[in-house]
């Protein structure tokens, strides 16, 4: 039967004379205790386990806790995880805890909380301005005024010359339009002559001038069918000098026939053209006359200023209102 220690409770062998772990003297009856009794002691009286402590593992100590030289017990081994801190324990240290407690005191300081304030807003302003800059360039119109660009002088740009082609056929058509000119400025001829011969020399009586006046009309009128039945123009230029020479000479149509009544009611008056009397029979027709040939010299002005410039370019003559 296995005994026990009455002092320690410690197991003892059968031979043995003092316990192992107290010293106590195993000889005297009351210090050794069997199974049955060593039980009914420790559930009255617990012993004090101690510190808190894991199961030992791998303890080579048999049950009775006497080695089988019956020498004494080999220290434990402590458990690891015994030694190491319970979930429970609210001493415990958690990976981070340090950390945190540092990181809430730095950000409760006011004037930590300031500065990290004060950098988002440098922040947000930075990625702003670079955002803007990256869009246009330059600040829009909401953020202020734009400077006004400095003013550029730019060349005007010369008059393109026509294409070859078009050159050839525009100077034929102006060419033709010189030629017109030339039947003009005889039947102005053939107008100035009977006037004067009529008026101022007395040469020819007004019946005799308003004939030659109406063959100058018919002129007129054959020039304005030669300018109708010309081919089109090459270009808008050519056609603008074709209109500006027909409008003159329709003009100067209607002056021819109103010295052409004139004439012809001062011959038909019967009165003498050179006489101070017959002047005021006709004073009426004279300055209907006098009247449309003002407005076909204006026509004839406007004409010819186009006409010439186009006319030097190509070596043609040039005219003035006066000659047709």
């Not at 869009?135 to 730019?154: D, Q």
């Not at 009977?194 to 004939?211: E, K």
Request: charged share 20%.
């Amino acid at each position: 039967m296995a005994n026990f220690c009455a002092n320690c409770g410690a197991g003892l062998g059968a031979s043995t004379s003092s316990c192992p772990q107290c010293g106590a003297p195993a000889s005297d009856g009351a210090a050794v205790l069997d199974a049955r009794e060593l039980a009914d002691a420790t559930s009255e009286h617990p012993l004090d386990p101690g510190p808190a402590a894991g199961p030992p593992t791998e303890d080579p100590t048999p049950p009775g806790g006497v080695v089988a030289d019956g020498g004494p017990r080999p220290p434990l081994r402590p458990d690891p995880a015994a030694s190491a801190p319970s979930a429970d324990d609210p001493d415990r240290t958690l990976p981070g805890r340090s950390r945190r407690v540092d990181l809430e005191a730095w950000w409760s300081a006011p004037r930590h909380r300031t500065f990290v304030a004060v950098a988002a807003c440098g922040l947000l302003l930075g990625v702003a301005v670079g955002l803007a800059f990256a869009a246009g360039g330059r600040p829009s119109e909401t953020t202020g005024p734009k400077a006004a660009a400095p003013p550029r002088s730019r060349p005007r740009p010369a008059r393109a010359a026509p294409p070859a082609g078009v050159q050839q056929r525009e100077r034929t058509y102006v060419a033709r339009l010189e030629a017109v000119l030339q039947e003009s400025a005889a039947g102005r001829n053939q107008l100035v002559a009977a006037l004067r011969s009529a008026q101022g020399a007395c040469a020819i009586t007004p019946l005799a001038a308003s004939q030659q006046i109406h063959a100058v009309v018919g002129n007129r009128v054959a020039i304005l069918n030669e300018l109708a039945a010309l081919p089109p123009a090459p270009n808008a230029e050519a056609q603008q000098l074709e209109q500006r020479l027909q409008a003159a000479v329709r003009a100067s149509a209607q002056a021819d026939a109103e010295y052409e009544a004139w004439m012809r009611d001062l011959g038909q008056s019967g009165v003498d053209p050179c006489a101070d009397a017959g002047v005021s029979t006709s004073q009426s027709f004279r300055d209907a006359a006098r009247a449309a040939d003002a407005n076909a010299t204006a026509l004839k002005t406007q004409f010819v200023t186009s006409f010439d410039a186009v006319a030097a370019r190509y070596g043609l003559p040039t005219w003035t209102e006066a000659g047709f």
